[in-house]
Each structure stands twice: as C-alpha cells, then as structure tokens.
C-alpha cells in the first residue's frame, strides 16, 4: 500500500526518517518505461509536453505562463549560494548570494545567457529589484540550511533538479530536489517547499519520485522523498517502493489527459 508520512519539521524528527527509510527499493525496468511511454503517446498533444509535481498538484488546470521574479529565482540563487561552501568557510550566505548574482550578471554581459534564462533575466532588472532578489535568495538560503544543519548525516545540495525524457512521447518530466542526503539508492531526497502542504501534497511527491527512479541509470528508486514544508513546520515523505513509482506513473498520465482536456476546452 502507498503510505504518506508525516512528521514534525524538527532536525530529530527529520534524522530519524532518514534513518529509518527503507533498505529495499523498487526498480523499473524497461518494461516499464515502455508501459509509461506507450500510454503518454496515446495522450497526442500539438507540442512537447512538460509534466512535473506542480502539473499534478493543479490538476493540469491552466496558469499564467512562468516569468521570472523574486520569488521564482530565489531557490536556483538560494542553492548555488549554499553549493558555494558556505557551511564550511568563514563567508555569509549574504555574501555567497551576491557572488552568485555576480556570475550570473558576468555571464549575461559576456553574451553567454540565452534569452529568457535567469542571468538573461537578472540583467534587465533595476537595483532594487536586485536588493529585493538578494533578500529573497538568502531568505531561502538560510531556511534551507536550518532545516538540514542538524541532521546528523551527510548532505549536499543538489546541482539540479532531475529530468527524464520520455522515448516517443514527446515529453519530458522534471523532479524536484534540493537536498541530497547519501548517495542512490541508498539516498534520501529533500526538497523545500513555500506555504503549507495541501491535499495534494502527497501525489506532488510521488511524481518526484518517479522521476528520480526513471532518471536513475538503474532504474533504482530513492530510499524515500521528502518534502519540507517550514512555513507549517511540517515534513511529509514517500518510500521507495514499487506502489509509490506506479502511482506517481498514473499521475503523470492523469496530469496528460486533464492538461489535453484544458487545451481542447481552451480551443473550443
């Protein structure tokens, strides 16, 4: 059976799902991707689809086309200022997140930021947008650091999210992570989450996992995933186990069909 669980957003609590996650893991198997691709390719869409847990959290309903903000660059600026070595050195993660605006403004003068990206972005800004984008990205920083310092175990914050190309499908789903804790598949995925969770926290979660497992060369699925919510001082988290990868397998292909219905609906 697929279980959610659910704990208090505390680092004991938080050590102690790490600890106990599970040893055995699934693993997909080709015919497995298969399975999953054939049942995307009978979901035809106009263009390369893009599922990822949000997809599935909304149902698929349509929302504004993304654009970038304070709030939408904080975790990439968040991050790649904690990958930065900031819990081992002397340096503030302040500084570390300006040393990351500073690359990224650097790569967009040089020419090497294509349009619509985050440096390209950042570029056009004025500079109190950019105060305002710095304050966000060290928020973001910090609350990651605080949530995982105490764990006891080692970590490391993600180099990116995790892709997986569907064979024939034209379609691509994304993962999301931030925290690595060991490595896979003995690993434990984090992610940080804004606001609270809600009904659908639990679906969002196993989509990331499927991804991760598709993703992996093996096709060995993480030892749990964990999503943060400290907003609500909450952790709620999914195993590894064949259950987990098949319904999040289903919500991606629910996610399909809803999205192809908004896209028919919108053409009517």
Known sequence: MSALLQRRLTARDLTELIEEAPLEVARVSDEH???????????????HRRLDAWMVEQAARPSTPFAWSPTSARRILGNNALRRGVID???????AVREELADQLLRAVRGYARPGSLGHWLAGVSHPVLGLIT???ANWATQVLECVRGIGHEWRVASSDVYYDVAGARTTLRGRRDVLVGTPPEGVIVRVRAGQPGKSAGPGLRSDLVVATLAHPEGLAPRRYLG????????LGVDGTMDNVRAGARDFVRAAVAQRRHGLAHVA
């Open 135 to 137: 304050a966000e990205a």
């Open 228 to 235: 943060l919510w400290p907003d609500a001082g909450l952790v």
């Open 89 to 95: 050195s002397s340096d503030t993660i302040l500084n």
């Open 33 to 47: 991707r298969v399975n999953l691709a054939s049942r995307l390719r009978a979901v035809p869409l106009n263009e």
